[in-house]
């Protein structure tokens, strides 16, 4: 590849715009941290941690990130799509762009936002002192880091996937796309997937070994349930997806003729492995939400989670049904009645525990007092939009009336009525709920508030239009209509609404600055008076989460003993052994990142070079001795007494 | 030297031994079902697995074996969800 | 504060079929049985639905008047509830009793528009191979020995049958107002079945993205009386030259070429694929088959 | 946090221990899933042979059989090495292990000249979609060996270094784990690819 096509998506003005913004961004960054000497203190304090909540944190930090670039992304598709036979973007421009909006929101956005809220809870919620495996949840982040960095690279040196963020065949394959754009896509997802499945491994062992003593699995908080069966989800799908991205690489870039038109491939058998890991992928996202919602409906309604039992039920169904469902996506593929008939059944079978967990959450407010507070607000309005997205999704399990909906705007619609209200308002509640907890001071109500309603209207008048336009024939995907169409008004309608959500995500970033210079800092630890053991260690939290773990007797145990009048955290300190900072993870990632890239442009020196050097990583590890520290019980009286303040 | 043969493990591997003699017996008879063949090969292959998981590998040796246990159930039964379905949808279901 | 939340859905609802022109939606005015099958469990489903939905609705409308704060006592302490067998029985019976009931619709009627439409007696159904490529339709008719590209027209009183198949990317062809969408693939044969039972010219186009010239890659299907039907054919095999392989190909390398016309089709150089699972036989049988079909009908 | 528990045997004896060897049974868990898509895309894509020869046409049993006794073998010596280790016994496990890791090297030498052997014939990975599957699903099997070797060298390195302790026991059961379960995958390439292809 020569360098003029290497660097041919400059060509392009708004790309060429995008990319000088993303390296004066990076320089700004580089200069800032330099002038303020802040080297020393980042390297040591983030990009080394092990530290389960800092972790989180910069999954956070990231996810926030992204979800402005995907939002920009969107924001250009609706404003192009506002007028008819708009000139803004070309087919190709389009093209590109809906494929990374797709990535982009649901790999390195939500993904993200929900693994990092585990990181920062879950822990805390069981009583623990770290993750199972601290080093290992660092590999898993910078995994994740280098995936989406390559992702964003595509976008500036070779090209950008451009079919679509399902990547179907033959069309993704090099026939009818031979640009490096679907290499980034199979190497970006394949990095951040290993680390994902490796968060996997490490949440499943962590919520089983770590529980403080006495927490019974029935005893755990619901979000620390929801983190578990989410987790076991992802150990057990993102494996097909690996496969499923090694044949791509394998048809792409060594002629092997998996979904290949000739020499018998079957073009769909990618598109069946997709959705085996796809299905279940939407149920990752959602099921922490639910989770979030289930600990922020139980704390302002100021009752206890109705019908917990069943609750947990419901999501181990729907964890189990979340992998037999897949084939709904491609209803229209030619199957018989019979194949069809089945998955629409099991697809609507989910409908069965999900409308459980609704009605508890309704009646958990039932002789409840209900606050609304910023997260409760994102808690409450996700019950009437999701069961749209709900109902919605029901009927697209009809194979016949699928038919219909199939490829529309109606599809487009229900996902974003599904994924919005289940994960984005779900990761929104649960970041103003703990925001808090990890940095001792709230974020402001009146902007949070406002940033809600103006998220919230505005996601309404986007999407409810696009329903409407998908009964009326407007497949999705398309980057122009002709006016005589008649769907140019409700487009319009539609990119007017996306201004609203972009004008509410602003406010909610303007608000951490805001918060930052005036809320007034926490002192008691647990602000909104809630009910999981998390609130029962100070804010911010000690490196070492509980000076002394907790004994569990029952479910919401912190919430008793507060009634009660009992600490449930007093006891004698002993000195606590704690992992050791490492860089290894960083640079792992690093190496890692060289190698998927060197591989993007089957410059194969360069992947053996760095393919190497990822096993010497391996080989350092496995000989590394690393006995982790220990803080002396004199610092735990000192942290203790400085964090816990007049208390 | 006796005691670094201990029986569970020289009776595992004898089984494994014969387990894989069952197998090939499929293609030892001519005319046989493939139905049938397909069940003799689903039986002797599980049951390898199982030798080596409990006998071998010691799946339940410690408290934890229940949940090892639901782990690799519910592994295997999405394996078999995923290799079933497939076949249904991109082999069988048309 | 939270109420006009819960009305936001309806007032948009609202607004938007205003904003449509209250014309009715393409999918709810089917121009043949299929479609109409279609439109009207379409209907049902959202009644169902909207049942659903106001059920959630006035129930969350009922806890958030009766339980917020400001309307308790502020030493009011909510009690513990740990559930209820008898509500949990019901909330689960009820969706699955609905689930059941849905399940059995969506497999009377798929079943139904998978089969040749009702109420054409014996007639045969025509049979129309539809074909895509980077981003065109091409559409054979072999009974007739004609092809067409961009444009399908049919006859009103006899059942089609379109068999789908595609020279690239996977494509789903698609005519809203006459049956439901289908995938057209390389390795293999899809079948829609339908009938146009008013005349009118119908917009089809393929719904399934494909690349670069997807927005674009529409037909029209015209649906006119068998006489006017029997006239274009006609009048396509008096006029139009035949469709050579070369032009052919020439034919799939260009991206947009309009509508065209040929007095004969590619199925007899070109042969369809196979339809599916007959993968492993050796090909020869089939391709022979599918040779005769195409061959014959081109008389 | 490090408890010692003196009753379980040595590869269990820390917290640390117990959970890095639960978590890798999740971790084989998550690589039973990625074997069953491997298997379902081979069969799937069994029959679709194109212009390429088929299975039946390309097997041969003698090779297989013989992979197929080393691995069990393997597979038996590992557990005794285990067992060994469990009684104290360094010397006869470091020899167990070694033997283990040899007939890995076997067992990739035959399958390195199977796949020679399908070349030679004019059969490589591009040449149908069978011939993909087949060598993709056999490749990532062989390559599984492979890393096999090279993490259990490391391991009998370290335990040569530094004796049997709670770190390097644990190591070595971990790794015993893994060869077993690629044994198991083994079975069932050599029942539902090779047998039921000859069928």
């Known amino acids: 590849m020569s360098f003029d096509e290497l660097f041919a998506p400059m060509k392009e003005p708004m790309i060429l715009a995008a990319g000088i913004s993303i390296i004066v961004g990076a320089i700004a960054v580089v200069a800032g941290l330099t002038y303020f000497k802040k080297w020393g203190w980042l390297y040591k304090n983030w990009l080394t941690t092990v530290d389960h909540k800092k972790i989180g944190v910069m999954y956070v930090f990231v996810a926030l990130i992204m979800l402005f670039r995907g939002g920009i992304d969107a924001l250009l598709m609706r404003a192009q799509t506002a007028i008819p036979e708009n000139g803004l973007l070309n087919s190709e421009h389009y093209n590109e762009i809906f494929t990374t909006h797709g990535l982009i929101m649901i790999l390195f956005m939500a993904m993200p936002f929900i693994i990092g809220l585990m990181n920062i809870v879950v822990p805390l919620q069981i009583g623990a002192r770290d993750v199972a495996f601290p080093r290992l949840n660092a590999l898993s982040f910078w995994l994740f880091a280098a995936g989406a960095g390559l992702l964003n690279v595509s976008f500036v040196i070779g090209g950008s996937p451009n079919a679509g963020w399902t990547a179907y065949f033959p069309l993704a394959g090099t026939e009818f796309n031979p640009g490096v754009g679907n290499n980034y896509y199979a190497w970006a997802l394949q990095i951040s997937g290993i680390g994902t499945l490796m968060t996997g491994i490490n949440f499943i062992t962590t919520i089983f070994k770590m529980r403080a003593p006495g927490m019974k699995l029935m005893k755990m908080p619901m979000f620390t349930w929801s983190a578990l069966i989410t987790n076991v989800i992802i150990t057990f799908a993102f494996p097909v997806l690996t496969v499923a991205l090694a044949l791509m690489t394998l048809d792409r870039q060594f002629g092997t003729k998996f979904f290949a038109m000739q020499d018998g491939g079957m073009d769909m058998m990618w598109a069946n492995l997709f959705w085996v890991w796809g299905h279940p992928e939407v149920y990752i996202v959602i099921l922490p939400a639910f989770g979030i919602y289930s600990e922020i409906i139980a704390t302002f309604a100021r009752k206890n989670l109705y019908g917990y039992k069943s609750m947990v039920m419901s999501m181990v169904i729907i964890s189990l049904l979340s992998f037999m469902v897949w084939a709904h996506h491609f209803y229209t593929m030619g199957h018989g009645v019979m194949v069809n008939g089945v998955f629409s059944t099991t697809t609507m079978l989910i409908a069965v525990p999900t409308g459980v967990k609704i009605f508890n959450w309704l009646l958990t407010m039932r002789h409840g007092k209900i606050q609304f507070t910023t997260p409760m607000l994102y808690a409450l309005a996700f019950i009437p939009i999701f069961t749209i997205g709900g109902v919605t999704g029901v009927m697209l399990a009809m194979a016949s009336a699928d038919y219909q909906y199939h490829n529309t705007m109606f599809l487009v619609a229900h996902f974003h009525y599904v994924l919005i209200p289940g994960v984005v308002f779900g990761v929104l509640a649960g970041y103003h709920y703990w925001w808090p907890k990890i940095f001792g001071f709230r974020l402001n109500e009146k902007l949070g508030k406002s940033a809600f309603w103006f998220i919230i209207l505005g996601f309404n008048i986007a999407f409810f239009p696009l329903f409407i336009l998908g009964l009326d024939g407007y497949a999705r995907r398309m980057y122009t209509y002709s006016a005589d169409t008649g769907y140019g008004p409700l487009n319009m309608v539609s990119f007017l609404g996306a201004l609203m959500m972009g004008v509410g995500f602003i406010l909610l970033c303007y608000n951490i600055y805001y918060s930052f210079r005036h809320s007034p800092r926490e002192t008691t630890g647990d602000p909104w008076d809630a009910r999981s053991l998390e609130w029962a260690t100070h804010s911010p939290v000690p490196e070492y989460n509980f000076a002394v773990v907790p004994k569990i007797n029952q479910l919401d145990e912190y919430w008793f003993a507060k009634k009660e009048g009992r600490d449930i955290t007093a006891g004698e300190y002993e000195r606590i052994h704690m992992p050791n900072n490492s860089s290894a993870p960083m640079w792992m990632a690093g190496v890692m990142f060289l190698f998927a890239f060197f591989f993007v442009f089957s410059v194969w020196a360069g992947v053996i070079v760095f393919g190497l050097a990822t096993l010497g990583f391996l080989a350092y590890r496995s000989f590394e001795k690393d006995d982790g520290h220990y803080i002396e019980v004199a610092e735990i009286v000192e942290t203790e007494r400085r964090l816990g303040g007049e208390q | 030297m006796k005691e670094l043969f201990p029986k569970e493990h020289v009776l595992g591997f004898v089984g494994s031994l014969l387990l894989t003699l069952a197998a090939l017996t499929v293609i030892m008879f001519k005319g046989m079902s493939n139905g049938l063949a397909m069940t003799i090969l689903l039986i002797t292959a599980a049951a390898q697995a199982l030798v080596q998981l409990i006998l071998f590998m010691h799946i339940g040796e410690t408290d934890d074996k229940k949940s090892l246990y639901v782990t690799i159930i519910y592994a295997v039964v999405v394996g078999l969800i995923t290799v079933f379905g497939t076949l249904l949808a991109m082999v069988w279901g048309y | ?299 | 946090m490090s408890k010692e528990n003196t009753s379980a045997p040595l590869e269990y004896r820390t917290h640390e221990n117990e959970m890095k060897i639960f978590g890798f049974w999740v971790f084989l868990g998550a690589e039973i899933v990625l074997f069953a898509t491997l298997f379902s895309v081979y069969f799937a894509l069994a029959d679709r042979t194109g212009t390429g020869p088929t299975g039946k046409e390309i097997f041969e049993m003698p090779p297989v059989l013989i992979e197929t006794f080393v691995l069990l073998t393997s597979s038996f010596l590992i557990g005794l090495g285990v067992h060994a280790m469990r009684i104290g016994r360094k010397k006869a496990m470091m020899v167990f292990y070694i033997i283990t890791l040899l007939l890995g090297l076997v067992f990739l030498g035959v399958e390195i000249n199977e796949f020679l052997t399908y070349i030679h014939d004019g059969a490589t990975i591009t040449t149908s979609a069978f011939m993909s599957a087949l060598m993709t699903l056999l490749g990532t099997h062989g390559a599984h060996v492979t890393f096999g070797f090279l993490w259990g060298s490391a391991i009998l390195i370290q335990i040569k270094r530094h004796g049997l302790n709670a770190k390097t026991a644990n190591k070595a059961f971990i790794f015993s784990l893994y060869w077993h379960f690629l044994d198991v995958v083994w079975i069932f390439i050599f029942s539902f690819v090779y047998l039921k292809g000859v069928l």
Not at chain 3, 19 to 40: E, H, V, W, Y
Not at chain 3, 46 to 52: E, N
């Open chain 3, 1 to 299: 504060m939270k109420k006009k939340v819960l009305i936001l859905p309806f007032v948009m609802a609202f607004l938007t079929l205003v904003l449509s022109g209250c014309q009715p939606l393409m999918i709810f005015d089917p121009k043949g049985p299929n479609a109409r099958t279609l439109s009207n469990t379409i209907i049902m489903s959202i009644i169902v639905m909207l049942v659903i939905l106001l059920v959630v609705y006035v129930l969350l409308i009922n806890m958030l008047s009766k339980y917020r704060a400001s309307k308790q006592a502020p030493d009011y302490e909510p009690p513990h509830e740990e559930g209820s067998k008898v509500l949990e029985v019901v909330w689960t019976v009820i969706p699955i009793l609905i689930v059941t009931a849905l399940a059995i619709v969506t497999v009377f009627t798929t079943s139904k528009v998978e089969k040749k439409p009702e109420g054409y007696g014996n007639k045969e159904p025509l049979v129309i191979y539809a074909s895509s490529s980077n981003w065109k339709w091409h559409f054979s008719y072999p009974e007739q020995g004609v092809e067409t590209v961009n444009y399908v027209n049919i006859p009103t009183d006899r059942p089609i049958e379109f068999r789908l198949y595609s020279f690239g990317p996977i494509t789903s062809f698609w005519i809203p107002q006459l049956a439901g969408q289908k995938y057209a693939m390389s390795d293999m044969l899809t079948k829609i079945h339908l009938a146009a039972d008013q005349e009118g010219s119908y917009m089809g186009r393929n719904s399934n993205f494909s690349g670069e010239g997807f927005a674009q890659m529409e037909f029209e299907a015209q649906a006119m009386s068998q006489k006017d039907f029997d006239e274009w054919i006609k009048d396509v095999k008096a006029k139009e030259p035949k469709l050579t392989e070369k032009e052919f190909d020439k034919l799939l390398k260009t991206s947009f070429v309009g509508r065209k016309s040929y007095s004969s089709t590619h199925l007899t150089f070109r042969p369809a694929p196979m339809e599916h699972g007959k993968h492993g036989k050796h090909d020869m049988e089939n391709m022979k088959d599918k040779d005769m079909e195409g061959m014959d009908m081109s008389h």
